[in-house]
């Protein structure tokens, strides 16, 4: 099967930065795209930001100009880099990817990390 693993949530002040880490892993043939979501208690999940495997990407816009997303493809993994956050970013942010994955048969299926804290206090 494939994995997602996410890091590098954690507390920050209000105009802090953190950046996100999400890597795949197992059998997968080629990453159509992968993104980010995040869901707040009492709210709807939402997408924050996505990238192609051509390096097209849309972002939410309230994080537009605040947030960056890349990826290396060489290493399965995408990035989030989160800047002068604010506590309304508080949420469990989720790594998701559309891949083709030999265990499927080629099949473009959704996969999903199990989501790391990102907290805005001060």
């Known amino acids: 099967q494939v994995q997602l693993v996410e890091s590098g949530g954690g507390l920050v002040q209000p105009g802090g930065s953190l950046r996100l880490s999400c890597a795949a892993s197992?059998?997968?043939?080629?990453?159509?795209?992968m993104g980010w979501y995040r869901q707040a208690p009492g709210k709807q999940r939402e997408l924050v930001a996505v990238?192609?495997?051509?390096?097209?990407?849309n972002y939410h816009d309230s994080v537009k100009g605040r947030f960056t997303i890349s990826r290396d493809n060489a290493k399965n993994t995408v990035y989030l880099q989160m800047n002068s956050l604010k506590p309304e970013d508080t949420a469990l942010y989720y790594c998701?990817?559309?891949?083709?994955?030999?265990?499927?048969?080629?099949?473009?299926?959704?996969?999903w990390g199990q989501g790391t804290q990102v907290t805005v206090s001060s």
């Open positions: 998701n990817a559309l891949i083709r994955s030999y265990y499927s048969d080629y099949g473009l299926r959704n996969y």
């Open positions: 197992g059998s997968i043939f080629s990453i159509n795209a």
């Open positions: 990238i192609t495997s051509g390096g097209g990407t």
